[in-house]
T-cell receptor
Framework: KAGVTQTPRYLIKTRGQQVTLSCSPISGHRSVSWYQQTPGQGLQFLFEYFSETQRNKGNFPGRFSGRQFSNSRSEMNVSTLELGDSALYLC??????????FGPGTRLTVL | QKEVEQDPGPLSVPEGAIVSLNCTYSNSAFQYFMWYRQYSRKGPELLMYTYSSGNKEDGRFTAQVDKSSKYISLFIRDSQPSDSATYLCAMSEYTDKLIFGTGTRLQVFP
């Protein structure tokens, strides 16, 4: 089975812009979660989608949003980018047994 | 205080050593406990998964959970240079929301 894929792998944006990241889960997995990883804060949960509905949400501002499509693929959007949004954004998928498999991540740099 | 505490290391050991990695946590509602390995510039890779208390063994890896002490461990036997990576503990209640430790950087030298 193919693993979790994320596109793009690298992104450079400037402050104030917005960005959309994409994630394709493992075939058959219906739950997709997003995490932000930074050197200072480590891995932090952003949100989780299951069957196109947001099921859990972390403590991030409303500039961070996501959605899931009927084929389980997911996107996350960050609007009005700030320097502190520079991070590795990781997507993980789950088959429903609370174990999550991560993709390679999208490295976002905000200048 | 963070919900999950993990010594960041780095931990440097010779090849063949037994490595012990640990996490403590404060939320007694955690039921699922995981260990991930992350190589530089890669996504985390699931190593071990345990539900509730007890031990689980998989090859050179053993995971232990002691819910009464709110303490989890990962042991790596016969460590290899290829085990050099950051090891992350993670835990959750009955959800897909994982709470991670900060990660321990391990270096195994030949």
């Amino acid at each position: 089975k193919a693993g979790v894929t994320q596109t793009p792998r690298y992104l450079i944006k400037t402050r104030g812009q917005q960005v959309t990241l994409s994630c394709s889960p493992i075939s058959g997995h219906r739950s997709v979660s997003w995490y932000q990883q930074t050197p200072g804060q480590g891995l932090q949960f952003l949100f989780e989608y299951f069957s196109e509905t947001q099921r859990n949400k972390g403590n991030f501002p409303g500039r961070f949003s996501g959605r899931q499509f009927s084929n389980s693929r997911s996107e996350m959007n960050v609007s009005t980018l700030e320097l502190g949004d520079s991070a590795l954004y990781l997507c993980a998928s789950s088959s429903g047994e609370y174990t999550q498999y991560f993709g390679p991540g999208t490295r976002l740099t905000v200048l | 205080q963070k919900e999950v505490e993990q010594d960041p290391g780095p931990l440097s050991v010779p090849e063949g050593a037994i490595v012990s990695l640990n996490c403590t946590y404060s939320n007694s509602a955690f039921q699922y406990f995981m260990w991930y390995r992350q190589y530089s510039r890669k996504g985390p890779e699931l190593l071990m998964y345990t539900y509730s208390s007890g031990n689980k063994e998989d090859g050179r890896f053993t995971a232990q959970v002691d819910k009464s002490s709110k303490y989890i461990s990962l042991f790596i036997r016969d460590s290899q240079p290829s085990d050099s990576a950051t090891y992350l503990c993670a835990m959750s209640e009955y959800t897909d929301k994982l709470i991670f430790g900060t990660g321990t950087r391990l270096q195994v030298f030949p």
